[in-house]
């Protein structure tokens, strides 16, 4: 059996990703943008403050983080063993 996608809420996500050094920025609504600056370039992240977030929404996320931050580092997050 594989690893399997955890159920994260919104508030859950932005605390792991503030531990790789992203702020919040922003809200609009339930939508919270998070920021980081990297080598002179923000790097954005958008997540819906919901409880949970849907899996294909939290998926999406992970996508978007791995553009800025490795996978393997963001797997053990988002993934039970």
């Given at each position: 059996m594989g690893?399997?996608?955890k ?8 605390k ?25 370039m923000n ?7 919901h ?7 939290l ?9 800025y931050i490795?996978?393997s580092?963001l ?5 039970s063993?």
């Open positions: 690893a399997k996608l159920a994260l809420s919104g508030k859950d996500i932005i792991i990703l503030k531990g790789f050094g992203f702020i919040v920025h922003d809200q609009t609504g339930s939508h919270i943008k998070l920021r980081r600056v990297m080598l002179g790097q954005t992240l958008i997540v819906p403050n409880n949970p977030i849907a899996k294909g929404t998926k999406g996320i992970l996508n978007q983080a791995s553009k490795s996978q580092e797997l053990q997050h988002f993934y063993k």
